[in-house]
């Protein structure tokens, strides 16, 4: 993947967290995922007073892409300013996967810091369920 692509969905993930509702954590997470066939999906978190019923800015993203009908992804940008990486929680590794074994994952806590891991790296040992045909 080349640099300016990586910039680019840093960018627009980083952007993304101006619409973040964390009024709990105040922490503002912001996702991109490119799609094959160039379109970028854009989500941030959602937090909400029963916590289980908020939902993380990686699966606002995916299903997005999943709802318009796209499931070849690209690459994914995940962007939040902190001490730590915002790697992905566990649930949403398992929503990243069921669409995508070999993702490239973005995971920066500025345009310059930044780490690439695939999500077979961050969900090597993956739950799946045969599909009834």
Same mark, same amino acid.
């Given at each position: 993947?080349?640099?300016? %692509? *990586?910039q +680019?969905? *840093?960018?627009?993930?980083? &952007?993304?967290? +101006? ?6 954590? $105040? ?6 995922? @490119? ?30 892409? #999943?709802? /318009?009908?796209?499931? !070849? ?9 902190? +001490? $730590?990486?915002?790697?992905p929680?566990g649930?949403?590794?398992? #929503? %990243?996967?069921?669409?995508?074994? !070999? @993702?490239?994952? *973005? %995971?920066?806590? &500025?345009?310059? !810091?930044? #780490?690439?891991?695939?999500? &077979?790296?961050?969900?090597?040992? %993956?739950? /799946?369920?045969?599909? &009834? +045909?």
């Amino acid at each position: 993947m080349n640099e300016k %692509i *990586i910039q +680019k969905l *840093i960018s627009i993930a980083k &952007s993304s967290t +101006k619409n973040s509702y964390s009024p709990y954590s $105040n922490y503002k997470v912001g996702a991109a995922l @490119l799609t094959k066939s160039e379109k970028i999906f854009t989500g941030t978190n959602i937090e909400n007073a029963s916590f289980p019923a908020g939902m993380c800015a990686e699966r606002i993203t995916v299903f997005k892409a #999943v709802s /318009e009908g796209l499931k !070849d992804f690209e690459a994914l940008a995940i962007y939040a300013e902190g +001490k $730590n990486y915002p790697f992905p929680c566990g649930i949403c590794r398992q #929503v %990243i996967v069921e669409f995508c074994k !070999d @993702l490239p994952i *973005i %995971i920066a806590k &500025s345009e310059k !810091d930044f #780490v690439i891991k695939n999500i &077979s790296e961050l969900q090597p040992s %993956i739950f /799946e369920f045969e599909k &009834s +045909k």
